[in-house]
């Protein structure tokens, strides 16, 4: 019967026209019934189908917005990128612009000591002469080394601070440096330095404070046998690597960063 099938499907059986005539008054209740819940069962599908519809409408606009946002945010950082990559740059150039300022206010201040020598290790009954028999003290000790140097071609001769060594200014620039690359022979008159009590003294390029403590710095690297050769002359000082090796300029902390390394350097001037 109807009424048996109806009792044994877990689903409800539309029936035809002819079928429900069939049911009995408890029976068609109880269709009724079934065909009620399955009719509330869809509509509540229809509405949860509508409801993940809606729900996928608003991720889908979320989606969308976060893309869009993170589209802006990427943009944003191509423009910080870009803006810091710009600010690097321009910081590199500073620098740059920095240290070439910074060599030339050295070399101006070299400059300025062009005509000067500093005579280190003056015996001491020397350094308590007047001005002039001081110079006059000088001018016969450097021409010990070959080159003719009399009292008056010394423009102005003093004791530096340390009380041990005289700087004097010459008159002539091209007598200064005579006197450096003849300095040399000194090693050859010992007798004669002797004689006279300046044997141990030495004949010094003046340097400014700042090629003082770069000089300083190469002179100890050489020492540690990280450089092969180190020298001051006419204004300029000058680094070999090897003995082969081709000469470098030095005129700023920056170029013995590059040549011995940043930590040794601040190492030896700190």
């Known amino acids: 019967m109807a009424a048996d099938n109806l009792s044994q499907e877990e689903h409800v059986n539309i029936l035809n026209e002819e079928s429900i005539r069939q049911l009995d008054h408890d029976d068609l209740i109880q269709y009724a019934l079934k065909i009620t819940n399955a009719a509330s069962q869809v509509l509540q599908l229809m509405d949860t189908i509508t409801k993940m519809k809606e729900d996928q409408e608003i ?41 070439k300022q910074e060599k030339d206010t050295l070399n101006n201040g070299q400059y300025l000591r062009r005509r000067q020598l500093e005579i280190v290790n ?12 001081l110079k006059k003290k000088m001018a016969d000790f450097l021409s010990v080394t070959g080159v003719k140097v009399v009292w008056n071609d010394i ?3 003093h004791l530096m601070k340390n009380n041990k060594t005289v700087i004097m200014e010459l008159k002539v ?34 340097l400014c404070p700042e090629y003082s403590r770069l000089f300083y710095v190469c002179r100890q690297a050489k020492r540690d046998k990280i450089i092969a050769e180190t020298w001051f002359f006419n204004g300029r000082l000058f680094v070999k690597k090897t003995i082969d090796g081709e000469r470098v300029l030095v005129s700023h902390l920056y170029d013995l960063y590059d040549l011995l390394g940043q930590d040794y350097v601040l190492g030896k001037i700190n």
């Open 59 to 99: 991720a889908a606009r979320e989606r969308d917005t976060l893309k869009e946002d993170l589209e802006k945010v990427m943009s944003e950082l191509a423009i910080s990128k870009n803006t810091t990559t710009l600010l690097k740059s321009e910081l590199v150039s500073f620098e740059d612009r920095m240290v």
């Open 122 to 133: 003056v015996p001491a009954n020397d350094l308590k002469l007047e001005v002039p028999q």
């Open 155 to 157: 423009d102005k001769c």
């Open 173 to 206: 620039r091209e007598k200064r440096d005579s006197i450096l690359r003849a300095r040399k022979e000194l090693k050859d008159k010992t007798a004669k330095l002797k004689e006279i009590k300046y044997d141990k003294t030495i004949i010094s390029e003046s």
